[in-house]
């Protein structure tokens, strides 16, 4: 079977795709983030007081190197731990001032690039595409 008639192949280059317009965009606009960044700030932002392995289960990312992101947030200035009033050993994460007005800053980019991402496909097919990516996710619909 050829790679490109291979789901997951299509898959790892439409993520592909998709970070690289991420990236590109959000360079332009003077915006230092990432996509994996972005995506634990709008956890955060959606969780206040989430743990990091909280974070890691909502965005899907491995919780091995969640620390690491959720580090350079912290050092951006963008992320605060705080300390959990019931178990003083656990940290509870918070969007800082700075971190919820570059998100808000942010968001409007982060939506009209999603356009470009599948930019070769007409709104019903990005409609359908959403649709059956969340599916095969077993993602609620919005």
Do not use: C, W
């Amino acid at each position: 079977m050829e790679a490109l008639g291979m789901a997951g192949h299509l898959i790892r280059r439409l993520h592909q795709q998709s970070t690289q317009v991420f990236t590109q965009h959000a360079r332009e606009a003077g915006f230092d983030l990432t996509s994996v960044q972005f995506a634990a700030m709008d956890a955060i932002r959606q969780h206040p007081g989430v743990d990091q392995a909280g974070v890691a289960a909502l965005i899907a990312y491995d919780r091995a190197t969640i620390g690491g992101v959720i580090e350079r947030l912290v050092t951006k200035g963008l992320v605060e731990r705080v300390v959990n009033p019931r178990d003083r050993r656990a940290r509870e994460l918070r969007l800082t001032e700075t971190g919820s007005k570059l998100f808000d800053a942010f968001l409007p980019l982060v939506k009209r690039l999603q356009a470009e991402i599948l930019a070769p496909l007409s709104d019903e097919e990005r409609t359908l595409f959403l649709s059956l990516a969340r599916k095969s996710l077993s993602v609620p619909s919005d």
